[in-house]
Each structure stands twice: as structure tokens, then as C-alpha cells.
């Protein structure tokens, strides 16, 4: 089974990449602070010296802070989160995790400056979810919409990413798609062994 959605560039850096940060909205502030992080040490190196070790550093200070991956994790399975067992959960948070920093390193190999600006933050009813609108820019000049949505955290009082949508495609729901279809052939654990051992498709420059 190969779980691939095929992403230009922007939909993969969409994730990474922003230009400025503002201080007096929080959930924009978590998404910009983690971006603009990204950008500054893309810029300090030379495609060919963004290596692995860079890709793990980069996540580990600046992406992973900004984003729940229970959540994430838990979107992705849907349904069959509350089937599969703590350590398949766990398991499987963790395999999530790798596969999307082999896709970072993709995108971080390709970075030569495409830009990701914010407009807005849209907050639910409550005050406890939001919504940061930003819109990719391509070297192409070409310009996609991508919305980050968040929420608040109440044991950390931190907000923190679980979803992004790029062009109207939410990233955890096309996931969700993807594994509940083969989770109507296989178990849990038999998808864990294909995850871990399916190679990733790398990224490439492509603009739309």
C-alpha cells in the first residue's frame, strides 16, 4: 500500500514556511514564531547541506513544539484511533512522525524562498479554536490559500496545530481517507509494518 498524497512543493512547505510573526494573536504568533524559525536556518545553509540531521534539528526546535501529534494521529486514523491498542497508537504516532520528516527533508532540500503570509486568525464561538488564513506564494508567482487550524490547550494553555488546509484539502482528512480504505482490508498492526517499511515519495519542485 503506498500512502502518498501527491503534493506539489507548496502544499509540503505550506506546513514550514512564514514570513513575519504577529505578538498580540496567539495562534498566529505559535504558526508564524515556528515557520519563521524554519526559514532562518534554511537560509543560513546551502541545498546540499541540508542533511538529515538538519531536518531532525529543525523539527525537534521549531515544528514539533507548535503541533498535538496525539491529535494529528488521532485524526488520521479516525474510527480506528479508539480500535488499535496503546501500543499501536503509540506506534503509530511515532511512524506518522518519521515519514513526515523524510518529507520535510524534501521540501527543506528544495527551499529558495517561496513565502507564506498570514492575513487573519477566525476564532470558534468559544475562544478555544482558531483558524490562522494565510495564503503561499510559489516562485512562480502563482498563489495558494492555506489555513492552519488550532486549538487551545487547557493543561498548557498553549494553542497547538492539528490540521492544515490547503486549498480547501484538509492534510488530516485526506490521511483519514487514504488509511480508512486500507483499514477495510488489513488490521492495524498490518498496516504499521507497511507504513514502516513503504518507502516516501520525495518532494520536487513543482509549481502549479
Known sequence: MRLAIKYTLATVLVMLFAVRSYADDAPMKVVSEATNGVIKELIKTSPEDRDPKLVERL????????????????????????????????????????????????????????TLTFSETRYSPNGERAIVKGEFTQSSGSKVPVDFRLYLDKDSDQWLVYDAVISGLSMVKTYRTQLSDRLQNISIAELLTELETEPVTPVTVQDS
Open 59 to 114: 523539527v525537534a526546535n521549531y515544528i514539533l513544539p507548535a503541533i498535538d501529534q496525539e491529535k494529528i494521529a488521532m485524526g488520521a486514523l479516525g474510527k480506528y484511533w479508539r480500535r488499535a491498542t496503546p501500543e499501536e497508537q503509540q506506534r503509530f504516532i511515532t511512524i506518522f512522525r518519521e515519514r513526515q520528516m523524510k518529507t520535510y527533508g524534501g521540501a527543506f532540500k528544495a527551499f529558495s524562498g517561496e
